[in-house]
């Protein structure tokens, strides 16, 4: 079949598709319909070609990839796709981000929109009368990338008898590594300095203050909250999330009743005197240069002293009043 007869070389991860996107131009997965190899993409089709398996109880070893030099060529690929799956597995951003943006460039110019409180209203408009404008405008700043990863650090000789299964568990860690720094990255962008926090009703938080803040949001809706390991115990404390039936399904499934119907995140990184409130749909743009960078031309060459394992992304607030907080 087609894929038994492609050439594997490091050319195709030179492209802006990156290395499966090279694949798929050439062997198109449509071709496939109706066969055996149905569901898996070209990248998979091309373990297959060369009997390589990654996981499970029969998991190759990373030898395996080097036995011929166009296997080789599929090995920073496997590399990709395993740190993507760990950040994926260790994701919170998809809870927070509105939308993600792809760039080929490391220079971004987001855009936003400030409306009063009479532009969120769909007024009236008699006849000839001017119809009430929504202003978009590009942000006077540029957006901040910021690039995270991880050297990865071993020689060929000490980890080509290592099974991939277990390697595996190592490169999804970096992944895991990539997503915490990211989160944190977001954070920073929704700018709690800048922000008019909620003031407590009283000495300690409460569910008044939690329905206030629910308050503010007005043209928008509350659907998540982040804080702090402190904050969040105190959230969950409250009376008002511990009757029986939160309990049982936090004890049977750790997932804890939410406040006001938001989803409840807890961050390690946020600070500790605050909580923020957003609403996921409006609140934060992820930019992004492209996908999980892997150094392929000393992967491929078994150069793996020193392989850089990195991602690039930045983050833009879009509306200012999706974005509330409360003062502790």
Request: charged share 25%; proline share 2%.
């Amino acid at each position: 079949m087609a894929f038994d007869n492609i050439k594997l070389e490091k050319g195709l991860y030179a492209t802006s598709k990156g290395f499966t996107g090279a694949l798929e131009e050439i062997d198109p997965s449509e071709n496939y319909k109706g066969t055996a190899l149905e569901g898996l993409d070209a990248y998979q089709r091309q373990l297959k070609r060369y009997d390589i398996k990654v996981s499970g109880n029969g998991s190759d070893s990373v030898s395996k990839f080097f036995e011929t030099t166009d296997s080789a060529a599929l090995f920073p690929e496997y590399v990709s796709r395993a740190v993507r799956q760990g950040a994926e597995e260790a994701d919170v951003l998809s809870k927070i981000i509105a939308t993600t943006t792809t760039i080929d460039s490391l220079d971004y110019r987001a855009i936003e929109s400030a409306p009063d409180k009479s532009d969120k209203r769909l007024a009236d408009v008699a006849e000839g009368a001017a119809i009430p404008e929504t202003v978009i405008r590009t942000k006077e700043t540029l957006t901040t990338l910021h690039k995270r990863g991880r050297m990865l650090v071993a020689s060929y000789e000490a980890i080509k008898f290592q099974k991939l299964d277990l390697f595996t568990v190592t490169l999804k860690q970096i992944g895991a590594y990539i997503a915490r720094c990211q989160l944190e990255d977001a954070i920073e962008a929704l700018d709690i300095d800048d922000m008019q926090l909620l003031s407590l009703s009283g000495s300690e938080l409460s569910y008044a203050d939690l329905v206030n803040l629910w308050n503010l949001f007005d043209a928008y809706k509350m659907t998540t909250l982040l804080a702090g390991p402190t904050e969040t115990a105190a959230l969950i404390n409250m009376s008002e999330f511990r009757d029986s039936t939160a309990g049982l399904d936090f004890h049977g499934t750790g997932r804890v009743i939410t406040p006001l119907g938001a989803e409840l995140i807890k961050c390690a990184s946020l600070d500790s005197n605050a909580i923020i409130a957003l609403d996921k749909n409006a609140a934060l743009e992820k930019v992004q240069a492209g996908e999980v960078m892997t150094e392929y031309d000393k992967l491929i060459d078994r150069q793996l002293e020193r392989a850089a394992i990195t991602c690039t992304a930045g983050f833009s607030k879009i509306f200012e009043d999706a974005v509330q907080g409360i003062a502790l």
